[in-house]
């Protein structure tokens, strides 16, 4: 069983960057599709972006296509989340999750087994 912790969140200012970083342990890192999800208040958690297990395959969604990076570094159990030119409505909670299927559309929470307990973002206009 793999233990997630994000860390990287922050307030920033509107157009500013901040990378995410999410630690794993407890289980065999390259064996598990790692996807970024948040939750802003008052709203349900959403899938973000998603990378395979070596890392050579990629999903976002629209909402952070262009401006958000997802990548992994599997020697240093750690994924990431590197994310440009933000706004406010990237204001949430940013998870991490590890699931042990990648799919054509890994968007869906209920295909992540481990999740972390979050890191809050701020956008600040």
């Known amino acids: 069983q793999v233990q997630l912790v994000e860390s990287g969140g922050g307030l920033v200012q509107v157009g500013g960057s901040l990378r995410l970083s999410c630690a794993a342990s407890?289980?065999?890192?390259?064996?598990?599709?790692m996807g970024w999800f948040r939750q802003a208040p008052g709203k349900e958690r959403e899938f973000v972006a998603a990378?395979?297990?070596?890392?050579?395959?990629?999903y976002y969604a629209n909402s952070v296509k262009g401006r958000f990076t997802i990548s992994r570094d599997n020697a240093k159990n750690t994924l990431y989340l590197q994310m440009n030119s933000l706004e406010p409505r990237d204001t949430a909670v940013y998870y991490c999750?590890?699931?042990?299927?990648?799919?054509?559309?890994?968007?869906?929470?209920?295909?992540?087994?481990?999740w972390g307990q979050g890191t809050q973002v701020t956008v600040s206009s």
């Open positions: 407890g289980g065999t890192f390259n064996k598990y599709v």
């Open positions: 999750a590890a699931a042990t299927t990648w799919r054509s559309t890994p968007t869906s929470r209920g295909d992540y087994d481990y």
């Open positions: 990378i395979s297990f070596s890392g050579s395959s990629t």
